[in-house]
């Protein structure tokens, strides 16, 4: 598989899209994320909303495990945003802010 070239294409890399890279990454879906990364998780005082954690746990630290945890297994994080997707009828195309290329044959927007 060429470097540029991936399983899985996911736009958004907060609690969503992370989530679905390290459980990707998991079952040997060649993953790149795009976006801010780890997304707004920076911003949120409490996440008792999201399943399993406490109480007192915050964004920011929750945020850093999630994005180790997506890059420990694997998945590729280039810290830019996802400009432009298209799909040719075979695979989808990514344009990042960088102007650089991807290929996926499978896109997730994580929003």
């Not at 998991?26 to 801010?36: A, E, M, N, S, W």
């Not at 297994?73 to 810290?79: D, T, Y």
């Not at 695979?91 to 994580?110: E, K, N, W």
Request: charged share 15%; net charge negative; with cysteine.
């Amino acid at each position: 598989m060429a470097e540029n070239q991936y399983d899985l294409m996911i736009a958004g890399a907060g609690p969503a899209g992370l989530t679905a890279a390290i459980y990707a990454q998991r079952l040997g879906i060649k993953t790149v994320v795009f976006g801010d990364t780890p997304g707004n998780l920076h911003l949120i005082e409490n996440l008792t909303i999201f399943p399993g954690l406490t109480d007192d746990e915050t964004g920011a630290p929750f945020g850093s495990t999630v994005f180790a945890q997506a890059k420990k297994e694997g998945a590729f994080l280039p810290m830019t945003w996802l400009n432009l997707l298209s799909h040719d009828g075979e695979q989808f195309m990514g344009v990042d802010s960088g102007s650089r290329q991807y290929f996926a044959r499978t896109a997730l927007i994580a929003c």
